[in-house]
């Protein structure tokens, strides 16, 4: 690959509250992959000579145009790659319904490699069709399965974490694994799998990783947790997903099954699978005590809000947790959640944090609080891009654009010629950039997603040839 400069309008998260909106960007990508510098503001008659002072001669320049912008690649950190048959359907049914009778069916065909390697690329290109750079995937709980799912994103050349499912107890017969060993030991193959697929970057951490996905507590015995704790002892780096507190139903259970734990978060904890690279999605009814834990821990929460709607499991409190310093991400929750694009999430985020605000009108707010407000498009990019990379412990390499970092980016066009006939505007009147990504934000889909890339590589958007 060889240096490439895009010149033109570049939006770029600074914090929850702030993000950078530049309309006449220079930005450098090394051979590398990765960010080699940034002019933020450039006439068009001094960019050869701002290039020539950094050493870049003959180099190519991509020039962006009216009505497209450079935004960073978005970061799903929470969804099911064998969920995504399933998309659309089910929606009658609470969390514990609808896995029995919607989801453990259609991950239960993944015992079948020929349906693995049909409908898994299928999954992977949609996903990265939707601007998503980064996904923390569930697999099934099949370990041949699974090493086709990271196999197939790896080729792809998407980020990502990929996990097999522990599932050792209390669900059906024909889709749960015989022993806490024989689950630990497929996991422990998977995470050897993944690290010795081919790497084809310059990526500070190979771009696809093994993660370890305790299903959730009521599928995984005591013994089974405490197992996978010493795997994930072993290795401080290895990520760690599972569910938390999603559903009224799952948490009585849950505290059922596990009677001496304080709380649903404290059997994770009790297993040494609550820390700084823990993902725990929905976390949608903590009490205060899981809230102050998972903020000692610094554990991440993916905020699932299509999901939380569809599954009618209720509506997360994101701003109280941002108020407590937790980091919060975006998941899709395929296919709880009935898209596979982080900008339905961020529509959804938007208007779950409306519902809270309303439920709280005539309350004040305490001044610079995040918790009872509705969130801004500043935070909802921060959520879909930076917040996730945090979430995933990946902030040093993606979810910004800065010096040094990989360019996971996306090259997003809210042009007429796009044909999205949601989006309206003129193509040849200047329009202003924050008000673009807000319009992209709320009526775009994947036709305005124009370029994919993951460590300066395209590998998908409407213009990819495939
Ligand atoms: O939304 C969810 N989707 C799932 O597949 C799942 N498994 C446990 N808990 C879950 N919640």
Redesign the pocket.
Known sequence: MSSIVYYGSVISPVSLTSFKALPRCLLAVASTGNIDWIVEDVEDSMVQETMAAHGYIDVDVVCLREGEFLLPGMVDTHT?AP?VPNIGSGQQYE?LD??ENI?FPM?SRFADLDFARRTYPLVVRRIIDSGTTTCSY?GSLHLEATKILAEIVNEYGQRAFVGK?NMDRNTPAHYIEPSAELSVSATKTLIAHIKQLPSHSHSAEPLVQPILTP??A??CSSSLLKSLGEVAASDPNLRIQT?VS??PN?IAFTMSLFPESASYTGVYDASGLLRANTIL??AVHLNDEEIALIAERKAGISH?PT?NFN?N?GVAPIGLYLDRGIKVGLGT?V???YSPSILNAIQNASIASKVIAMQHRGEAPAPGAFGNRQLSVASLLYLATLGGAEVCSLEKSVGSFSPGKSFDALVVSVRNDAGNPAIWGSDSAPRDLAGMLEQFFFTGDDRNISRVYVQGKLIGGTSFSR
């Open positions: 099911h969920q969390l609808w896995l989801t991950e569930y499912c299903r959730f009521i599928s569910h999603e559903n799952e999605a929905h699932c999901s599954l499991s929750d296919s709880g959640g």
